[in-house]
């Protein structure tokens, strides 16, 4: 009994000494390397959570800039767009019914007489119609010209006469040797009148 008693007490020694030895270490090792993977787990779990907030932050701010790119793009197609459509409502409504309307006021023989009359008439009352060069559209007809002319306009015509412009319709007078020049024909009357009809009409046109 006592014999079996002592190799009982020897097992439990022996055991003992493993545990204290071997088991134990081993478990604390194992609850060491448990803990360590659970702080590295964290750290890396951090570390993704801050990289992927990361990545969703560039991400937006690409995006934002590309929605604000795309929108400014946009923005300024839509701008020369309309400015194109304005410029050829402009260029093929407006003007050409102006010059129009002008070439067939113009055209009229005793109108345009009438108007070199007045021009002369203004020149004389201001001592101005010495050396006189007149220049009729290529289009008017001179001698028709000349027998719608007053007797005082007909005096202060040069010698050579009536001379032909480049201008289809109107006319210019020099004041020669003064270096004065009045120039009314459809073009400097239609400039004339665009610049003051024209704020109006871009107003109108141009409003969004």
Known sequence: MQQHASSDERLAAICQVVRNETLDPALK???QIKLEAE?????????AKKEAENLIHE????????QAAFSSALEQATRQ?????????????????????LDKEFSDEARSAHIL?????????????GNLGVWL????????????????????VPKEGLLVSNHSYGLVVKVLDKHISVEITPESVRDLI????????RKLLYTE
């Open 59 to 66: 991400t937006k701010k690409e995006i934002e800039a590309k």
């Open 117 to 129: 009359d007045l021009i002369i008439e203004n020149l004389q009352k201001e001592g101005l119609e």
């Open 81 to 101: 767009t309309l400015d194109l459509i304005r410029q050829r409502i402009e260029e093929e409504l407006f003007s050409p019914q102006l010059t129009a309307l």
């Open 29 to 31: 090792e194992a609850e």
């Open 137 to 156: 559209g290529k289009k008017l007809p001179k001698e028709q010209i000349a027998q719608h002319l007053v007797q005082a306009s007909l005096k202060a």
């Open 39 to 47: 702080l590295e787990a964290n750290k890396i779990k951090e570390h």
């Open 194 to 201: 665009a610049s003051f009809l024209r704020a109006d009409f």
